[in-house]
């Protein structure tokens, strides 16, 4: 028992030794992140503000700029965003417009079909009523015709019974 206990007081620190150590490699690979990603920012800001300085300058040429962008650039933009807005939405009315009339001739083939299986059992069921009603004529038919034989049998039974019951009793 003591041998199992201090193997499973070995096996636990091997497994908290390993936890801690990815924990630490966690951590270290976190920290690299967060160095490159400051890195990058001050990169970036130096980059962009040599650039804005380089492009617009210190006053006018980014006044001009502005106008240039306000007067052409800004009006042709709004007018492709409601070309492409209108033509989309044209676009999805025509697509609403025949999944609606797919979806009604689709709606009108499925009770068509409908109403044919119901025909077709309306059918089979006035066939199966034909059949039965046939079939108790025939047995009412073959009943009559039984009862008839055997009134007729049952006739000349009586009358041969009445013969021999004569006979029977003059011997």
Do not use: C
Not at 157 to 162: L, P
């Amino acid at each position: 028992a003591q041998v199992q206990r201090l193997e499973a007081e070995a096996v636990r620190r091997n497994e908290e030794r390993r936890r801690r150590i990815d924990q630490e490699k966690d951590r270290m690979e976190r920290e690299a992140q967060v160095m490159d990603k400051v890195a990058a920012r001050a990169f970036a800001a130096d980059f962009l503000s040599d650039l804005y300085e380089k492009n617009f300058g210190k006053g006018t040429e980014a006044a001009e700029l502005i106008k240039e962008v306000e007067n052409q650039f800004l009006p042709w933009l709004i007018e492709s965003v409601q070309q492409r807005t209108s033509d989309r939405l044209l676009a999805r009315s025509l697509t609403d417009s025949l999944v609606a009339a797919a979806l009604s001739r689709r709606r009108a083939q499925y009770e068509a079909r409908q109403e044919e299986i119901r025909a077709e059992q309306e059918r089979i069921h006035q066939e199966e009523e034909r059949r039965r009603m046939e079939q108790e004529v025939e047995e009412a038919a073959a009943a009559a015709a039984a009862a008839a034989a055997e009134g007729e049998t049952g006739e000349g039974t009586d009358a041969e019974g009445a013969g021999e019951g004569a006979a029977g009793g003059a011997e």
